[in-house]
T-cell receptor, first 112, second 111 residues
């Protein structure tokens, strides 16, 4: 089965700086890579996703990059704000399989 | 409002006392699943359902049961809970764009 590893497990950044979270996956058949944000006391919520036919996708201050050859993908948050503080999860799955394999999560703290 | 609801949100029980956590979605999604979240392990899939009356095991199904009699509901059943099932549980449903919508979570403590 798919194995997703996520680093770092915790990340503290100064407000306004950038944050980068990296994930690797093992199954070359995976071609859908979503990122979820989980705020305290809530369920995970999709913030951005990428499919294997593109190498990069951006949505305002967040971007995701994918390197299928190396089997890794990353989340980039620029100009971090206090409301970016949360736990972030990466995941991977074969397209249309619906079964997501999640990373262990990264706790991001943005210092004011 | 499109949403996934779970009940109860918090539950403390004792070993061996059967319990059910309900899950309902109003988005007409066919695919639903249950996850448990434990520190350092991320989210692990317990069971999933591709459609009514179609369910299958995920990565950690031992000690759990599910049923899918209606499209909107997907209850999680613990016939004889044990302390190692103390965890945070999430129900999710998946739309046609592969996006999974998660419920608010159920924090279960088994004493």
């Amino acid at each position: 089965g798919e194995n997703v590893e996520q680093h770092p497990s915790t990340l503290s950044v100064q407000e306004g700086d950038s944050a980068v979270i990296k994930c690797t996956y093992s199954d070359s058949a995976s071609n859908y890579f979503p990122w979820y944000k989980q705020e305290l006391g809530k369920g995970p919520q999709l913030i951005i996703d990428i499919r294997s036919n593109v190498g990069e996708k951006k949505d305002q201050r967040i971007a995701v990059t994918l390197n299928k050859t190396a089997k890794h993908f990353s989340l980039h948050i620029t100009e971090t704000q206090p409301e970016d503080s949360a736990v972030y999860f990466c995941a991977a799955s074969p397209l249309n399989d619906y079964k997501l394999s999640f990373g262990a999560g990264t706790t991001v703290t943005v210092r004011a | 409002e499109a949403q996934v609801t779970q009940n109860p949100r918090y539950l403390i029980t004792v070993t061996g006392k059967k319990l059910t956590v309900t899950c309902s979605q109003n988005m007409n999604h066919e695919y639903m699943s249950w996850y448990r979240q434990d520190p350092g392990l991320g989210l692990r899939q317990i069971y999933y359902s591709m459609n009514v009356e179609v369910t299958d095991k995920g990565d950690v199904p031992e000690g759990y049961k599910v049923s899918r009699k209606e499209k909107r509901n997907f209850p999680l059943i613990l016939e004889s809970p044990s302390p190692n099932q103390t965890s945070l549980y999430f129900c999710a449903s998946t739309g046609y764009t592969d996006t999974q919508y998660f419920g608010p979570g159920t924090r279960l403590t088994v004493l």
